[in-house]
């Protein structure tokens, strides 16, 4: 929860994908209480209605739930949902761009592909 | 639900014109960056949405009630802006607790304890003669006075000038809490825009005694891209749109485009599509002569 | 308006001002005792106590209407203040230390002198009338400041350089001396009083005058 925020992405889509990480390294387990938008406006030291955003985002999707009176809670399920959803972007945020850098540098597919078993025996 | 409304606001001084024919409304429960560039007429917009300034043209209404010299009105605002500091005879022996015994007089919802708790925050030396005072200490007077006004709808001229930056980084830190808390309107002109633009739910840019935009920060800079590459391929790419403060360095070009909805950057071609700081924008749109 | 604030305001500003009339007096009643017998005791001392008194009132008047005309009246329309209140609140709260100028001099005969009720009237008019005289001019003056900036410090500063030359003349060709004399019957005649009235006339159209003039002031940085 605790990274940076940069300027190369919207901030409420920032407090979003910290969200969904900290979902993933299991800092927030499923049925457990998320900080509130004024936490993390104060973490961050944002506007509340920025981070409100990013958190609205996480209900509408299902990852996020609100408990009236009390606060916002994770979803059971939510580990699950956020791994699907990022496999599928996956596709799109890295390999397409991988493809798409590789043709740019001449590399040819069998190239690409060879590097990729390079680095698979690498980590062996 | 409250607003601070200018219609038409027009200042003229003798023949020189610096606001022309201003509207601007204020919600109630919003931070509000103002930025502009000096001379661009944040002051005096300012001063005369708060009755500190008449308008030659124009009027400014609170909840449909006139704002000028209306005791109804006025006790819901609340400007602070720079001390003078420079005023001959009686003020030059003021002391900051007595300033501070006059806003507390004035203030109808005056919070004698949160004035206090700022004092020792700021570790502010209240026996201090106003004349005396550094610039960073003069800001922490008006940050107290504008905080602890209660004020409904709350206006910081330049609040930061003069702090250093831990200094700077509690105002915030302070803004938003209150914020969170009261849900009080804050309006603050500042010339840091980079590190306030987090706070700011609207920015409202002024250019040249006119509203250049106002609107929701995060939605802003999510039209706005840097794109840069072969002048040509930027050429094509930024096609039809408009462009903002050109750079160029040999056959590199790099502009700045703020896309109007249905506009797009072409990406088909060879350029690389950056987001721009707020600061970066305002540079851009306000820059050039 | 929020009466109880201006009271509160206006009152503090009023006794600053007749604690600093005061002091003054004190400072004049010390050097007095310090100096050989040079002032006839009795009447005679109240007398110049009184003379001094109004003197230094004039004085007060015009530094204290002009100087705050042009530094609180500003501060206070930057507090949310209306510019009208702010100047009436000044108009009454001088009248305030005019009046508790003359409750000082009132003060000062009955130490000093025999407190006979016609000298209390006689100081009570004197005392009265310079002051709201001198004030209202002041705040004339202290208006045309603020709506004239630079032409009108010269104004004043020319106004005020007439008045010193004026008193000192005054003095000078022994206006004083004409005090010394006085005895209760001589001072018993004079009636200040159309005088008082005259010139509590002349505070309340300077009043109105300073408000007209600051009507539509801008508060500067």
Known sequence: MNEILTQEKSIYIQIKEM????ILRNILLEEERVPSTNELAKLYAINPATAAKGVNILVDEGILYKKRGIGMFVATGAKKQIMEKRKKNFYNDYVKSLMAEADSLGISRQELIAMIQEAENEKK | MSELKAKGITKKYGTKEVLHGIDLTLEKGKIYGLIGRNGAGKTTLLS?????????????????????????????LCFSRELNQLQGGNANAMKVKEYLWAAATFFPYWDKEMAQKLVDIFKLDVKQKISKLSKGMC???????????????????????????????????????????????????????????DIFEEVILLDQGRILLKENTQNLLERAFHVSGHEEEVARAVEGLTVHHEERLGRSRGVTVLLEPGQRIGTEYDVSVQRVSLQKLFVALCGEE | MRLKSHLKYWGRNAFVWTGISLVCVLGFWIMNELSSAKYIQGIGLASTFLVYLTVVGAFVSMIAVISTF???IPRLV???????????????????????????????????????????????????????????????LGASVLRWGKIGTIIMAAAIMVITIGISAFIAMGGKDSFRGFSMETVAEL???????????????????????????????
Not at chain 3, 208 to 215: D, E, K, V, Y
């Open chain 3, 70 to 72: 042009q530094t609180e």
């Open chain 2, 48 to 76: 005369i949405l708060t009755s500190q300034n008449p308008a030659t043209e124009g009027s400014v209404t609170f909840d449909e009630m006139q704002v000028w010299e209306n005791p109804e009105a006025l006790k819901h």
């Open chain 1, 19 to 22: 969200i969904e990480n900290d």
């Open chain 2, 139 to 197: 800001s922490m007077v008006t940050i107290i006075v504008g905080l602890a006004s209660k004020a409904e709808f709350t206006i910081f001229d330049e609040p930061v000038a003069g702090l250093d930056v831990v200094a700077r980084e509690k105002f915030y830190e302070i803004l938003v809490e209150e914020f969170m808390e009261t849900g009080r309107t804050f309006v603050v002109s500042t010339h840091i825009i980079e590190e306030a633009s």
């Open chain 3, 78 to 140: 930057s507090m949310n203040v209306t510019r009208k209140a702010a100047v009436w609140g000044l108009t009454a709260g001088h009248a305030a230390t005019a009046l508790l100028h003359m409750l000082l001099g009132i003060l000062i005969w009955c130490i000093f002198g025999i407190g006979e009720a016609e000298m209390v009237v006689f100081i009570a008019s004197l005392i009265t009338s310079v002051m709201l005289g001198f004030g209202g001019f002041g705040m004339l």
């Open chain 3, 191 to 221: 009636n200040f009083w159309p005088l008082a009235l005259a010139m509590a006339a002349f505070y309340l159209l300077a009043g109105a005058a300073g408000f007209m003039l600051t009507r539509k002031i801008e508060v500067r940085v």
